[in-house]
Structure formats: C-alpha cells, structure tokens
T-cell receptor
Framework: KNEVEQSPQNLTAQEGEFITINCSYS?????LHWLQQHPGGGIVSLFM?????KKHGRLIATINIQEKHSSLHITASHPRDSAVYIC????????????WGAGTKLIIKP | GAVVSQHPSWVICKSGTSVKIECRSL??????MFWYRQFPKQSLMLMAT?????????EQGVEKDKFLINHASLTLSTLTVTSAHPEDSSFYIC???????????FGPGTRLTVL
C-alpha cells in the first residue's frame, strides 16, 4: 500500500462543476503540500497545510490530521484548471523526506 | 510504474565544498528533468528545467554558476551545488518526464546540510 494515496486518478468534468480531489496518507507528517502541474511545465505549489483549511481564489484545501486525510476543492471550475494535481507529505519519520502521491489528472471541458 | 532515484538521499558537507546530486530514471528515458528545492517548512521552488543534451533553463533568481545542472544522458541528470554555504541547506528534488510531458515522476529527494 502506498503511503500517500490520491483519488481519483483521473477526473473529467464540465466547466462550472465543483471539483474534489482526495489525499490520504499513512505516515506521520509535519506538513502536506498540494501542487499543480500543467502539461509540459514544472510544478506550482498551491498550498502547504499543517492543519485546518486554506483558501486561495477558487481553490480550497483542507486537512484532517486525526483522519490523515486532505482534500483539494476547486469551485466554479474552468478549462484552465486542467492539470495534474499532486499531494505530497513531509514525512516526519524519514527526516521529513517528501512522499508523493501519484497525482490526479483533471480535465475540465468547456 | 516509472521510478526515479536520487543519490545521495542525504548529505552533510563543510562550507566551501561542492556537492553533486544525481537523479536517475531507472526504467524509462527522461527527455526532460526538473530540479526543485524546498526550504524547511516552505513550499517547493522550481530551480531549473533540463532537456537531454542541451543547457538547462534556470528560473529567475537561481544562480547558474552556483547550481550546475548536467543532463548528459536520457537517464541521468546531476545537480552540483558549488562552494556550498549554510544557506544552501535544503531539500533538493528532481522529477523526470518522457515525451509525454503531462506525466512527471518524482525522486525521493536529497537533504543537503552545509555546516
């Protein structure tokens, strides 16, 4: 079992839909990262969370430390949101080495 | 699935020395590799993008002479931190992609501590 699991792996939705991407982890962490990668590009860091909830524009990230679960939400999705979204955790048990989720490929259709 | 390894996983060095970090794609040919760095308790920062056989493209603010990147083969890219100083202490992560550039595979990272 992977230490960081993301779901779904692929998601296709219509413009305007509310999007949720989930991340579960099984190790002790100091922080969880949500990152975005557009085709052909490098990674953009969206959020770094250690507790609670953060919001930036149409993006919302939440984390539940007790349940070892985080979600990334996109409101009023737009085709430009199409990208791969990646969850990664700072593993406290391994010198804070990053453990990466497999990523969720999101396609928003106009 | 595709595997990317990094070596070493952690390194401690004295100020003024140079450190080389290797990033290898183990079971696929990586036409493009990315190098990132993460300061403690901060998010990732893209340092540079390298394509096999050509010079790396550095992000603004990243010193080319300080962080030497070589992508000499389709399975290996190296990052050399030259004349390292304590402020270079960080977590360095590489990722690799094939011609299908919408998929990146990440290395586990290298933690560098400069004394």
């Amino acid at each position: 079992k992977n230490e960081v699991e993301q779901s779904p792996q692929n998601l296709t939705a219509q413009e305007g839909e509310f999007i949720t991407i989930n991340c579960s982890y099984s190790v002790g962490i100091s922080a969880l990262h949500w990152l975005q990668q557009h085709p052909g590009g490098g990674i953009v860091s969206l959020f770094m969370l250690s507790s609670g909830k953060k919001k930036h524009g149409r993006l919302i990230a939440t984390i539940n430390i007790q349940e070892k679960h985080s979600s990334l939400h996109i409101t009023a999705s737009h085709p430009r949101d199409s990208a791969v979204y990646i969850c990664a955790v700072d593993n406290m048990d391994s010198n804070y080495q990053l453990i990466w989720g497999a990523g969720t490929k999101l396609i928003i259709k106009p | 699935g595709a595997v990317v390894s990094q070596h070493p996983s952690w390194v401690i060095c004295k100020s003024g020395t140079s450190v080389k970090i290797e990033c290898r794609s183990l079971d696929f040919q990586a036409t493009t590799m990315f190098w990132y760095r993460q300061f403690p308790k901060q998010s990732l920062m893209l340092m540079a993008t390298s394509n096999e056989g050509s010079k790396a493209t550095y992000e603004q603010g990243v010193e080319k002479d300080k962080f030497l990147i070589n992508h000499a083969s389709l399975t290996l890219s190296t990052l050399t931190v030259t004349s390292a100083h304590p402020e270079d202490s960080s977590f360095y992560i590489c990722s690799a992609s094939t011609h299908r550039v919408d998929t990146q595979y990440f290395g586990p990272g290298t933690r560098l501590t400069v004394l």
